[in-house]
DNA sequence: CTCAGTGTTCAGTG
DNA sequence: TCACTGAACACTGA
């Protein structure tokens, strides 16, 4: 489920759990799909023995800083995720309703597993081999990151410079909040929500928002995204009244909210959650 | 058995 | 070259 306040969250995770401390045990999964080739004895020697320095995100990529270059980065795709083990955290369902591990107590989809000196662990999991794990020396050298625009989260333009960014644009909206070179942490569940609050419809082209609008989408990106991270992405404290919960939660064929009606197509390549009676 | 899917990338089109 | 679209990727789970 990454979306920019999930890897937030993973980010929090490796901070408290890893940083300052050097790393004992490291296991890579040779994985060569999502290690995009290279070869697991490399990444795991990069990160064996070093100590992580600080924990990094942009958008929905994150990484480990460590005391000797290259560092460590990574992305989790659809499904991939990363926890703390050992710890009675919330229980997050990375894969439906399947359980998170197999019957020795090991994680299902294992591509990663680090063990700080100090004994405590995370691990990522990825079912879907969409996630990536490489080493680069830094944020700004890596290809896929320096092309992202502003982070959502701590550095979210102001209204004013997101309507003249959208002026220029001919793409529907859901497309433009997708494009992570404009808005970097955008996902499909966030850009619904967003829509849905600012009472946008998904196909309005970006040139065709008003300022007022676009005063109305930055500040629901910034609600969204700043309360979903308070709460650690935790689904079920999302306030009742989000999309959210009719677009993924609980009863299949919910397709009403405060009882007006769902619809569902695709927009911008992606399936969009949207609510024609509240979004002009 | 079929098909959708919370992401990114790249080929193809105009 | 730019802006944009759609398929591919690889696999699980419904």
Known sequence: MPELPEVETVRR?????????KIVEAEIVPDDIVLKGHSHELVKSAILGRTVTAAGRKGKYFWFELDEKPWL???LGMAGWLRELGEPTI???????????????????LKMMLTAEDGRRIAMTDGRRLSRIWLCESPDKDGAISKLGPDCFL?????AEIHQKLAKKQAP????????????????WIADEVLYMAAIRPSRLGSSLSPIETKALHATIQKVVGFAVQVGADKEQFPDTWLFHSRWGGKKGDDRIEGETIIREQIGGRT????PSRQK
């Not at 909206?173 to 996902?187: E, R, S, T």
């Not at 969009?272 to 609510?275: K, L, M, R």
């Open 13 to 21: 995770t490796i901070e408290n759990a890893l940083v300052g401390k």
């Open 73 to 75: 980065f990574a992305h």
């Open 91 to 109: 229980r997050l369902r990375e894969h439906g309703s399947a359980p998170m591990e197999d019957e020795t107590g090991r994680p299902r989809f």
């Open 155 to 159: 550095e979210l333009p102001s209204a």
């Open 173 to 188: 909206i859901k497309a433009i909040l997708l494009d992570q070179a404009i808005f970097a942490g955008i996902g499909n």
């Open 272 to 275: 969009t959650a949207w609510v």
